[in-house]
């Protein structure tokens, strides 16, 4: 099972990033994901969260209307399309698959 993460780096406060996580290992398709994030000093929090099909997705409180959660069965791949993005929102930002978590991705929201 492995998760690869990518599309993390700086963004001015206002703009945009998406992020990709590529599964491989395991039959992707038949499993929900998450994306969660983790800021220094604290504790990991859920973002956002999409069914199988990406029929049913679900968000934190604190990023509906900005974020959204994505998948392509195809490929393999689930997405995290972030638009808006405040400074709280600055973070290493992990997907979760399968009971695997990928490696992380740094984002930085700064002027």
């Known amino acids: 099972v492995q998760l690869v993460e990518s599309g993390g780096g700086l963004v001015q406060p206002g703009g945009s990033l998406r992020l990709s996580c590529t599964a491989s290992g395991f039959p992707f398709s038949r499993y929900g994901g998450s994306w969660y994030r983790q800021a220094p000093g604290k504790e990991r929090e859920l973002v956002a969260t999409?069914?199988?099909?990406?029929?049913?997705?679900n968000y934190a409180d604190s990023v509906k209307g900005r974020f959204t959660i994505s998948r392509d069965n195809i490929k393999n791949t689930m997405y995290l399309q972030m638009n808006s993005l405040k400074p709280e929102d600055a973070a290493v930002y992990y997907c979760f698959v399968f009971g695997s978590w990928g490696q992380g991705t740094q984002v930085t929201v700064s002027s």
């Open positions: 999409i069914s199988n099909t990406g029929g049913w997705t």
